[in-house]
Each structure stands twice: as C-alpha cells, then as structure tokens.
C-alpha cells in the first residue's frame, strides 16, 4: 500500500496523559499537513511542513500541541496533557504537486 | 480570514433526482478543491478545479468553479445510493507560492434514498 499511513488508528487515553501520532506520507511527497476533525465537521488545519521545515504552526491549537519531521519523511504530531475537549479524529495529509491525499486518521478519545 | 460556506448542509435526495451543492469563499484562492467523506472513513479526492471557468466531470458528478463569484458548484446527476456520503468542498491559502493549508466548508452530508 502506497497511500498516507497514520498510526495508531484509534487512541483511546485518560486526561492528563500525553498522546504522540505517527503520519508517514507517500513517498517523494515534499509537503505534509496535520488537519484536526471534530464531529460534524470540517477538518481544521494545524500544521504544515515543507521536507522537515514546519513553515506555519500558528493554527496548532495550544502550547499542548506540537509536531515534527525530522528527516522530511514521516512526522509526529504529540499532545501534552489531553483535555477531554481534544478527542477528535487527527488527519495527515501529504502532497508534492496540487493534490492533498489524506490518511485513515487517528480517532482520539480522552476519558 | 478565509472562510468557507457549503449549501445546504444537509440534503436528502431520491434516486434519479438532480441537485447542486454550493460553495463559496471569502477572498481569491489559487485553486479549490472537492473530496468525499463516507463515515467513519478519511477523506477521498474528487476534484481540484484550478482556474475561472474550470469544469471536471466524473460520473454523476460534475463540478466548477466562478473565480470571480468566488463559487464552486457540485452538481450531482441522476443520483444514485451509492453517492450517499459528505461533501467538503476547501480552497488552499498558499505561502509565497508554495502550496499551503486547505480551509474547509462544514460539509454537505448527502443522502440518497430510494
């Protein structure tokens, strides 16, 4: 399978704890996005890195949030002392022209 | 800030009808974009319409895209169940010319019935 891999596919974890995500792109994708989904909605951009260069991280959603690549190839998105409000489905996505091809998504559930 | 509004947000249609979901944008993006989400599921790419007048066909969906209005249409053919699923429509904000985020609509969730 040659498509966006994220892993786990489904975290469940207590408040307080932190959590870390792993996103690897299609191979040879330069470009790749962490998007955050919530019911009902539309996904939420977070993140962005252009090979291991984070190029916008204003939108991650606290000082909780982090991510990173750091070799340009696969990245990690962490989340420091989970808050029931963050449960969400966590997306990666990856592009190396026009397109954006997204990941199954991590579903987090913060009990 | 760039938003992004789809309508309706909810459709509920009969097989072999026709309908048109509309999205529209608050300021000039480079291209816009059209995925399917079925629940559950990540999002699958259906078209990137990248200039005024830009029209992309596939199947019983067909979508375009008025720059000027800043408007994207999804029209959708004869529908089938199988179309069942929602609908984002999102346009990118780029960063000195390199390809940046999506900002998405809230979705059109569509359903299909016999």
């Known amino acids: 399978d040659t498509g966006v891999s994220q892993d786990p596919r489904h975290k469940i974890t207590k408040r307080g704890q932190n959590v870390t995500f792993r996103c690897d792109p299609i191979?040879?994708?330069?470009?790749l996005y962490w998007y955050r989904q919530t019911l009902g909605q539309g996904p939420e951009f977070l993140t962005y890195f252009q090979n291991e260069a984070q190029l916008e991280k204003s939108r991650l959603l606290s000082d909780r949030f982090s991510a990173e690549r750091p070799k340009g190839s696969f990245s990690t998105l962490e989340i420091q002392r989970t808050e029931q409000g963050d449960s969400a489905m966590y997306l990666c996505?990856?592009?190396?022209?026009?397109?954006?091809?997204f990941g199954p998504g991590t579903r987090l559930t913060v009990l | 800030e760039l938003k992004v509004e789809q309508n309706p947000l909810f459709l509920s249609m009969q097989e072999g009808k026709n309908y048109t979901i509309y999205c529209n944008y608050s300021t000039t993006s480079d291209r816009l974009y059209w995925y399917r989400q079925d629940p559950g599921k990540s999002l699958e790419s259906l078209f990137v319409?990248?200039?005024?007048?830009a029209v992309k066909q596939e199947g019983r969906l067909m979508a375009s895209l008025d720059t000027k209005a800043r408007l994207s249409t999804l029209h959708i053919t004869a529908a089938v169940h199988d179309l069942s699923a929602t609908y984002f429509c999102a346009v990118v904000i780029s960063y000195g010319g390199s390809q940046g985020n999506l900002i998405f609509g809230k979705g059109t969730k569509l359903s299909v019935k016999p």
């Open positions: 319409l990248l200039s005024n007048g």
């Open positions: 996505a990856s592009s190396f022209g026009l397109e954006q091809f």
């Open positions: 191979s040879e994708h330069n470009r």
